[in-house]
T-cell receptor, first 111, second 116 residues
Framework: GENVEQHPSTLSVQEGDSAVIKCTYSDSASNYFPWYKQELGKRPQLIIDIRSNVGEKKDQRIAVTLNKTAKHFSLHITETQPEDSAVYFCAASKGYSTLTFGKGTMLLVSP | SQTIHQWPATLVQPVGSPLSLECTVEGTSNPNLYWYRQAAGRGLQLLFYSVGIGQISSEVPQNLSASRPQDRQFILSSKKLLLSDSGFYLC???????????????FGEGSWLTVV
């Protein structure tokens, strides 16, 4: 089955810096890649997703890039703010299969 | 719009006691339903998923069970809780898949279970 590796497990940045979280997947047939943000004590919420027919997608300060050849995708957050502090999960799926999640990255943004 | 409700939000149960967590989805029909568990500071572990009434797939062996008595109702149960069952339990749903869509999962607010 699919295997998703996520790095780093913890990322500390200063407010205003950029943050990048990277994920790799094993199944070349995977075609859907969402990212979830989970604030402390709350549920994971979808923040952005990308499909395999697109190489990059942006939504304000958040962007996701996909490299199908290398089988990796990344989340980019620019101009980080303290409220960006949370655990971020990447995931992958193909067709109607269930999502396979990475283990998560704890992002800490210091004022 | 679709909403998902999950309860109770918090519970403290003694070892060996039973468990019942309930989840309902509104605003959609025939959703795929999921139960995830998240131990403290850890990732999302898929426990069960269901593609229809009475259809349950188990991802990991454990002393938990799931049932789907109605189209938009999903229940997580245990007859005898273990200390290791403590964690944050999340119900989730996804809609009908089409080739142009992705299997986006939407989570409920979660239930904090502490087994003492």
């Amino acid at each position: 089955g699919e295997n998703v590796e996520q790095h780093p497990s913890t990322l500390s940045v200063q407010e205003g810096d950029s943050a990048v979280i990277k994920c790799t997947y094993s199944d070349s047939a995977s075609n859907y890649f969402p990212w979830y943000k989970q604030e402390l004590g709350k549920r994971p919420q979808l923040i952005i997703d990308i499909r395999s027919n697109v190489g990059e997608k942006k939504d304000q300060r958040i962007a996701v890039t996909l490299n199908k050849t290398a089988k990796h995708f990344s989340l980019h957050i620019t101009e980080t703010q303290p409220e960006d502090s949370a655990v971020y999960f990447c995931a992958a799926s193909k067709g109607y299969s269930t999502l396979t999640f990475g283990k998560g990255t704890m992002l800490l943004v210091s004022p | 719009s679709q909403t998902i409700h999950q309860w109770p939000a918090t519970l403290v149960q003694p070892v060996g006691s039973p468990l019942s967590l309930e989840c309902t989805v509104e605003g959609t029909s025939n959703p795929n339903l999921y139960w995830y568990r998240q131990a403290a500071g850890r990732g999302l572990q898929l426990l069960f998923y269901s593609v229809g009434i009475g259809q349950i797939s188990s991802e990991v062996p454990q002393n938990l069970s799931a049932s789907r008595p109605q189209d938009r109702q999903f229940i997580l149960s245990s007859k005898k809780l273990l200390l290791s069952d403590s964690g944050f339990y999340l119900c989730a749903w996804s809609g009908y898949w089409t080739p142009g869509s992705g299997n986006t999962i939407y989570f409920g607010e979660g239930s904090w279970l502490t087994v003492v």
